[in-house]
């Protein structure tokens, strides 16, 4: 089977960690057996005469095997969107032709999110009759209330899912609340979790409880992900006598503030800022970490918890709707409150409780829920 992936962020020479998920599914996909394309519309949506895409060249390459094609748009018109999505589309169905011509037609579209992988997915299928799947991630379709108020939007948002021959949403919480802001029929709506790549849980290692406790946070630096929150437990923790010790995975723009932040809190030599890391370093961190942590406030999925969990390692959570799939009991646990004193409550829950996780116990439910088995499995019968 010949499958082409549209996603609506990629990795790019300029930043080659973004997208990584859809990487990662692809791989499984050729892996598996099936042909596999991706073309990415590179879009900037925004109106900005001082961003262009004009020194960037077209470009399509063999990436391990994955022929991967890249259409860059900017928008040209301000304030006109339909014109915008229009001329990317265009542009894609440019990109499109050139790869049709050279690997074939696809069986089947997987497009990834509807700004604009959906989007230009619609386009292609109409053009040329191809079918096509929507998994929806943005949790922008949600929190950002000028996009999903904007009726050119809220259209388009239907308009893909309904034209969609099936929709995949990541989560039963991210589902159920497309379905109430967006009146869309979840008749054509299946939950398919995302998975946790393989290296993840391919070499386990047993962490027994020490001093310090590790934690590790895996997650861009930005105001949703509460960072601070995180370090407002971590000082009520550290007031209680315990030696903790966190290291946070990702970068941002966020990242200054939260400098400042733990350097008026006086919690400097508790954290380690690491930047954007790659798989293997955050698997290393990981093994490293007694338990992994979340304190955002709102997540469609939560691939972090996951590759926590493929780890061997239990998670604790804020209840940011995604991670209600993915927390038990036997796992980690799901804090209800979005407060400092809840979190710091169920760290230190989770220390003095740390032997009675079984951690192989973990890993095997982990790989028989999210890995890429578990997952191809149920993609497979979508595409047929």
Sequence with gaps: MHVLIIPSWYKTPENPVIGTFFEEQARMLQNKGFQVGILYPDHLMRFDIKQSHAKKQLQNFIDNGIPTYYSYTNSIIPRTKKINYWYACQKALLTFKK????YGMPDVIHAHATFIGGL????ISKKYDIPYILTEHYTGLILDETLANDKTNKSIIKKVFLEAKRNIIVSNFFKQELILKYKIDSSNLQVIANLVNPIF??????????VPFNIVCTAFL???KQHKLLFDALCLLNQKGYFISLKLIGDGAYKDELLTDIKNKNIMHLVTFMGNQPREVIKQEIDNAH???S??????FGVNLIE????????VAIDSGGPRDIITRENGILVLENTAESLAMAI????ANYENYDQCQIVADCISRFSEDAIFEKLEKVYK
Excluded: H, W
């Design 201 to 210: 849980y391919t070499a386990y290692t047993q962490k027994e409880i020490s």
């Design 308 to 315: 926590a969990l493929a780890c061997g390692r239990p998670v």
């Design 291 to 293: 338990i992994v942590v």
């Design 295 to 300: 304190a955002s406030k709102f997540e469609t």
């Design 99 to 102: 790869y049709k011509k050279k």
């Design 222 to 224: 930005t105001p949703r």
């Design 348 to 351: 230190e829950e989770m220390i």
């Design 120 to 123: 230009v997915a619609n386009a």
